[in-house]
């Protein structure tokens, strides 16, 4: 399957600072990719979609100041953690979407995920 | 909205032994995707299985098959011949037709953890 990377897989900063991490799909263009975070032992939960060359759509309730999301070519989005505050502490996942237009199906393809530690 | 439930948060199941993870999910639309997702610790994503609900013909991955009962709205998987290695965080997800979400956002169910006993 296609593959997501996802960089820093681990950061811990202090309350106050920014936080950048980065999403890439490594064989295939994603113009839509997804950021997700989750809490222990709980389901993913979609915090926006992001989308190459416009504005990210965020979900209902993701504060759109504090999460800055950047989709600025096919195969990289960046979200920035912005004054991160121990309550941002989580796990971020993000996902791309193949389009299997090489020939493969429709699926999102996920990256290893970054855990954030806000001391 | 849809909505995917996961009702069973825990299965335990024996090495080489057969274990049914149950899914339903609530829709009005007619044609769409579901999806399962293994979750090891590792907490890295892994697609198990997907399945077209035009499709009749229910999804198969080697040990890993489900049972779609569109009218009933389930979307059960079956592990057979169960492994250590299927240890996992299992989540069925949800997509909506092109039509209606051109993005292609996944609906996620709360998940099943899977225990495998040697």
């Known amino acids: 399957g296609a593959v997501v990377s996802q960089h820093p897989s681990r950061v811990i900063c202090k309350s106050g600072t920014s936080v950048k991490i980065e999403c890439r799909s490594l064989?295939?263009?994603?113009?839509?990719m997804f950021w997700y975070r989750q809490f222990p032992k709980q389901s993913l939960m979609l915090m926006a979609t992001?989308?190459?060359?416009?504005?990210?759509?965020?979900e209902q309730g993701v504060e759109k100041d504090k999460f800055l999301i950047n989709h600025a070519s096919l195969t990289l989005s960046t979200l920035t953690v912005t004054s991160a505050h121990p309550e941002d502490s989580s796990f971020y996942i993000c996902?791309?979407?193949?389009?299997?237009?090489?020939?493969?199906?429709?699926?999102?393809?996920f990256g290893p995920g970054t855990r954030l530690t806000v001391l | 909205a849809q909505t995917v439930t996961q009702s069973q948060p825990e299965m335990s199941v024996q090495e080489a032994e057969t274990v049914t993870l149950s899914c339903t999910y609530d829709?009005?639309?007619?044609?769409?995707?579901l999806f399962w997702y293994k979750q090891p610790p590792s907490r890295q994503m892994i697609l198990v299985i997907r399945?077209?609900?035009?499709?009749?013909q229910n999804a198969t991955e080697n040990r890993f098959s489900v049972n779609f009962q569109k009218a009933a709205k389930s979307f059960s998987l079956k592990i057979s011949d169960s492994q250590l290695g299927d240890a996992a965080m299992y989540f069925c997800?949800?997509?909506?037709?092109?039509?209606?979400?051109?993005?292609?956002?996944?609906?996620f169910g709360a998940g099943t953890q899977v225990v495998v006993t040697p």
């Open positions: 996902s791309a979407r193949d389009l299997g237009l090489a020939g493969g199906t429709d699926t999102q393809y």
């Open positions: 064989d295939f263009q994603a113009t839509t």
């Open positions: 992001s989308n190459e060359g416009s504005k990210a759509t965020y």
């Open positions: 829709t009005s639309e007619s044609d769409y995707y």
């Open positions: 399945q077209e609900a035009y499709k009749q």
């Open positions: 997800a949800y997509r909506s037709p092109v039509l209606s979400d051109s993005w292609g956002k996944l609906q």
